[in-house]
């Protein structure tokens, strides 16, 4: 079974829940001409908001964060898997988000279609928590906020094809920035992350 971005009153979510109620839920918003979305941390019957995806606009060839345009639900064995495509000038842009193997994370697989040089491409995200939070950098690990008794954990995941992006973080929020390789344009990159709670 599967649902699409025909409708704008549907819901498009994806989620991710360990056998004690906490985990991640990943909830589509559209933003004018794009989705943007918001990743909240579950804690039994409570949903609490942690970082909104900062977005662009269509003036915009490089925006800060991809341009995802439509969006696509599939259920598979591990849970619902969404699936979104979009553009921004001469470039082009896909992402597939869906539950890690283990419950209680989200893995994020973007790509982007590019005919030159991008002024900056990257996953940006806002902090949306009532109260701010530093969070800390583990050695060789990932950036850890602790949110009401759970850890809320972002990495990159690296790959051999690709460099490994740079994910600076704060109290404010975090980027995913994705690096160029040598090959000639056009190309496509990708960069990859998960979120996980522990």
């Keep these: 079974m599967s649902e699409s971005s025909s409708s704008p009153a549907e819901a498009f979510f994806v989620e991710s829940i360990r056998e004690d109620g906490v985990g991640l839920f990943i909830n589509f918003v559209k933003q004018k001409d794009r989705f943007g979305h918001?990743?909240?941390l579950v804690q039994g019957d409570e949903c609490i908001p942690l970082f909104v995806s900062i977005e662009g606009d269509d003036e915009q060839p490089w925006p800060e964060s991809p341009p995802l345009q439509e969006i696509h639900l599939e259920q598979r064995q591990e849970g619902t898997v969404a699936l979104l495509v979009g553009m921004a000038g001469d470039s082009h842009w896909s992402a597939a988000v869906e539950p890690m193997a283990e419950p209680g994370g989200i893995h994020f697989s973007v790509a982007c279609r590019m005919k030159d040089y991008p002024m900056r491409i990257c996953s940006h995200y806002g902090c949306v928590m009532e109260e701010m939070i530093d969070p800390k950098l583990e050695r060789d690990g990932p950036w850890v906020w602790s949110v009401k008794g759970s850890e809320v954990c972002v990495d990159v995941i690296p790959q051999e094809r690709f460099p490994t992006p740079e994910i600076p973080a704060s109290a404010s929020g975090f980027e995913v920035n994705a690096?160029?390789?040598?090959?000639?344009f056009p190309k496509t990159i990708q960069w990859l992350y998960k979120i996980w709670v522990r």
Excluded: K, N, T, Y
Excluded at 179 to 184: H, K, Q, R, T, W
């Design 38 to 40: 918001i990743i909240a």
């Design 179 to 184: 690096s160029l390789d040598g090959e000639p």
